[in-house]
């Protein structure tokens, strides 16, 4: 054994206390209505985590100078888009309350962010009202580090909405949770195959609010879709993802 100050690794230093970040996980967390999810499953299938930024026109580039050094660089999306979705998607009342955070449920799987995520990067996933839930800031950590709270968070995303993400890169993790597997710890109150159809606590309502901004959100993105001067919007690519979907514009 070295000499010096031993500290353990962070995850295993947490370990013996991840049964209480699990029940404030379970008690706090806010998840999108089944419902939701399956009227309108992508909110906004035009973009991806590090995608461009245009303006409302699609012409011109938005771009960001700083103070201190003058330089000016492009702006990419990061996760506004993503906020905004779920936001609306759980018809959150304003004001807007302060210190939640998204969190992607297929998303990083290396605790150390050294390699990008490319989950979040296509945008079949990024603005998936399944592939979010909603939590306390503080809490945000532990999901992106602790791989014994992202398979809870996806064993439930599955059971509550009846989806798994089917990106490549995660196919190892996704055919473990469709095989039925359960964690151990894994809240009672949240869905599973012994409990189908139960409603996790925090579990937004589907209201008719709802319904008006997914109807909303269709004739916008159609609107986009037809519209021959915004020279840089992804047209195919949105058609991909709402043929991926399946979903009809009307």
Known sequence: ?????????????????????????????????????????????????????????????????????????????????????????????????????????????????????????????????????????????FTDTLPEIKAMLRVCAFHLYGWVCEHPSVAEQAAKVTSGWIPDGYPKSWPSPDRPGVLPPGTAPFSERIAREIAKRKRKIKIDIENATFLHYPKEEVLGVLKFWGIELG
């Open 1 to 141: 054994m070295t000499d010096g100050f031993y500290i353990p690794d962070g995850n295993e230093a947490l370990r013996d206390d991840i049964p209480a970040v699990v029940e404030l996980i379970e008690r706090t967390a806010r998840w999108v209505n089944p419902e939701t999810f399956r009227r309108l499953p992508v909110w906004a299938p035009h973009t991806a985590r590090g995608r461009p930024l245009y303006d409302a026109g699609w012409t011109r580039r938005y771009t960001n100078t700083r103070k201190a050094t003058g330089v000016t660089a492009e702006k990419f999306e990061g996760n506004v888009a993503a906020l905004q979705a779920l936001v609306a998607a759980l018809d959150v009342a304003s004001p807007k309350p302060k210190n939640w955070t998204v969190c992607h449920i297929w998303g990083y799987d290396d605790p150390s962010f050294a390699q990008q995520s490319s989950v979040v990067q296509d945008p079949r996933y990024f603005s998936c009202v399944a592939n979010m839930v909603w939590l306390p800031t503080p809490l945000k950590g």
